[in-house]
């Protein structure tokens, strides 16, 4: 956990109260929210990117996609550029990435995005806080939910995200 990592505070439609709150302390304000953001990296060849917690985090070594929490005044967009690059070494075009969904958790909105890449990229997963990154099939992403294998959180996000994801991931 990082005691200096900062959010903004935002409401139900996902607007910035004014408010920030410092990761970890105490008295999150009832009613409120935080953004947090993840990306579905797509190949060409309909390949999908999955990472795997560390060892060390919450929700140890289960598979879910990149993405963490966006720093206060960091856009939803900017976030979810930072996340993927900070946990893969992937760095996207912030212009490409298509939005895909917003899911609401109790206290956090999570704003899904798809990242459609040529090629085979070089995927260096961070250590810290990803064990290992696999491209796989959506059918597998499937698989993986079906078995237990996504972080917990993962269950509900993909149930509301999966169809779209899929959607807008394209054949």
Same mark, same amino acid.
């Given at each position: 956990?990082?005691?200096?990592?900062w959010?903004?505070?935002?409401?139900?439609?996902?607007?910035?109260? *004014? !408010?920030?709150y #410092? /990761?970890? %302390?105490?008295?999150?304000?009832?009613?409120?929210?935080h +953004?947090? &953001?993840? @990306?579905?990296?797509?190949?060409?060849?309909?390949?999908?990117?999955?990472?795997?917690?560390?060892?060390?985090?919450?929700?140890?070594?289960?598979?879910?996609?990149?993405?963490?929490?966006?720093?206060? *005044? !960091?856009?939803s #967009? /900017?976030? %979810?550029?930072?996340?993927?690059?900070?946990e893969?070494? +992937?760095? &996207?075009? @912030?212009?490409?990435?298509?939005?895909?969904?917003?899911?609401?958790?109790?206290?956090?909105?999570?704003?899904?995005?798809?990242?459609?890449?040529?090629?085979?990229?070089?995927?260096?997963?961070?250590?810290?806080e990803?064990? #290992?990154?696999?491209?796989?099939?959506?059918?597998?992403?499937?698989?993986? +939910?079906?078995?237990?294998?996504?972080?917990?959180?993962?269950?509900?996000?993909?149930?509301?995200?999966?169809?779209?994801?899929?959607?807008?991931?394209?054949?």
């Open positions: 956990m990082v005691d200096t990592e959010w903004d505070v935002i409401d139900e439609a996902g607007d910035p109260t *004014g !408010e920030t #410092r /990761r970890g %302390a105490n008295d999150w304000p009832a009613g409120r929210f +953004l947090i &953001v993840a @990306t579905a990296v797509v190949r060409t060849d309909g390949s999908v990117l999955l990472t795997r917690r560390a060892a060390t985090k919450e929700f140890a070594l289960a598979w879910e996609f990149p993405g963490g929490s966006a720093l206060a *005044g !960091e856009s #967009r /900017r976030a %979810a550029r930072r996340e993927l690059h900070e893969t070494g +992937l760095l &996207v075009p @912030t212009d490409s990435l298509r939005p895909v969904g917003r899911f609401t958790e109790a206290s956090a909105l999570l704003d899904m995005y798809l990242a459609p890449v040529h090629g085979v990229p070089d995927v260096t997963p961070d250590g810290v990803v064990d #290992r990154a696999e491209w796989v099939s959506w059918n597998e992403v499937e698989a993986r +939910l079906r078995a237990g294998r996504m972080a917990e959180p993962w269950t509900d996000r993909l149930r509301a995200l999966l169809k779209p994801l899929r959607r807008i991931a394209g054949p």
